[in-house]
């Protein structure tokens, strides 16, 4: 028996009783979960307005695609909230990352002009090829949300997912010229500013916030649907800016653990 | 098997409450959530789906009069998984700060050392 079964065996020992109860309790959990979803309508005939829905939204929104016509104009409010999850976990995250170290304790070690572990050519090549169709793939995403799947919020994280492939195929070098962690954070503060301000424009224009006040265009088009459009293009930039601040903090700590 | 999504969604439910429960390592409990988190993810799509329903997506192909599956889960869908990644980077944050301050990241030591 080796040292780690032994461990093992200990902690699963430890973990008796405690797994027991846990045993108990989420086999009454499974038994009321599945009591409570056998009185769901049957699978396959849902019972909300689904038609009508996407009815309302195509002829009177012109957004062809229905559950982003959802999201940013029947359900925009909700859609503030939620971006403004993803604003504040970004912040949460970044303060929690940035607690008791020196401010410009990653810059410091960044300009110790000690390079990371060089990546492989091949990888570099690679990434270097693809963060340009990358770009391009996400700001189409973000842009034709209303008319096809996608949207802002897939368009931003493929967006950040460039900048994150543009830091694993040059390592630290490239991720400081690309990826300025004030430019990102100004890129997620100006997207959920704007979103906002596409709020306030409902009540300053219309007759509430939200209101979709733009001209809605021919159903179809790129220049379509009205604030649906503008307020994905927001949130796509806000996405960007947030998921590219929460890893740029987890890959600042790689850089501070590794090289201690 | 009408009702094979929504066991799917309470299986996910529960293996991953269970792989919280006896989680050796708090990445590992993280991921655990997440799991727990796409049952939901299941049971909203499942309450929404048609059979024999269109994505709801209108196209010149697809006419505003076909049968289509409730766009309002899946927006509620694409909240979920949003809200999944905010949860997941601030605990993977919180993670890094314990296994700073305790140098283990195991749940269990964590309990230990706080006495």
Known sequence: MSAGARTRAAARARLGPRTLLAALALAGLAALVVWAVSELTPFGTPSGPANGVVKTLVFKRHAANAVNGVTYDLRGLDTLGEELILFVAALGSSVLLRHGRESDEVERKRAGNEPGPRTADALRAYGTALVGPLVVLGVYVVTHGHLTPGGGFQGGVILAAGLLLAYAAGQVVALERVEPTTLVEVTDATGAMAYALVAVGGLVFASAALYNFLPLGTTGQLLSSGTILVLSCAVGVEVTGAVALILTELLDQTLLVGRE | ?115
């Open chain 2, 1 to 115: 098997m009408s009702v094979l999504p929504y066991l799917v969604a309470a299986w996910l439910l529960v293996i991953g409450l269970w792989g919280v429960i006896t989680s050796r390592h708090l990445v590992h409990m993280v991921l655990c959530l997440g799991v727990v988190q796409s049952s939901t993810y299941v049971l909203l799509l499942a309450v929404g789906y048609r059979t024999g329903g269109q994505a709801p997506i209108v196209s010149s192909s697809v006419p505003p009069s076909s049968p289509f599956v409730d766009p309002i889960v899946q927006a509620l869908t694409l909240t979920d998984v949003v809200v999944e990644a905010t949860v997941v980077a601030v605990l993977l944050a919180l993670t890094v700060q314990a296994h700073k301050r305790f140098g283990t990241a195991d749940p269990n030591a964590l309990g230990a050392l706080r006495g």
